[in-house]
Nanobody, 119 residues
């Protein structure tokens, strides 16, 4: 029903920046929220940031002040601007979308993109 395509991951040095993108496509009426989660090696998946259809955001304390989430509503695309990256930011980053399909409200996940921050 919905496909999420992520891009922008890679290897960066500590203190550097990276911008992730996630575009949603498929059959749905609306996207209620989109966000980014990450899962580091041996760790639990955690919320990084999310943005709702009205533009409100929620950002994890661990990245607050360094990461910014934004969206292009017309393109059904969400971005994560990551600045001042730290080695502890190293993880697989997953895009998530909370989608209204007309009769159901469901979560979809992207394939994940690796972000590696070297010291």
């Amino acid at each position: 029903q919905v496909q999420l395509v992520e891009s922008g991951g890679g290897l960066v040095q500590a203190g550097g920046s990276l911008r992730l993108s996630c575009a949603a496509s498929g059959r749905f009426f609306s996207i209620n929220a989109m966000g980014w989660y990450r899962q580091a090696r041996g760790k639990q998946r955690e919320l990084v940031a999310l943005i709702t259809s009205d533009g409100s955001t929620n950002v994890a304390d661990s990245v607050k002040g360094r990461f910014t989430i934004s969206k292009d509503h017309a393109k059904n695309t969400v971005y994560l601007q990551m600045n001042s990256l730290k080695p502890e930011d190293t993880a697989v980053y997953y895009c998530n979308a909370d989608v209204w399909g007309g009769s159901a409200h469901r979560d979809y996940w992207g394939q994940g993109t690796q972000v590696t921050v070297s010291s």
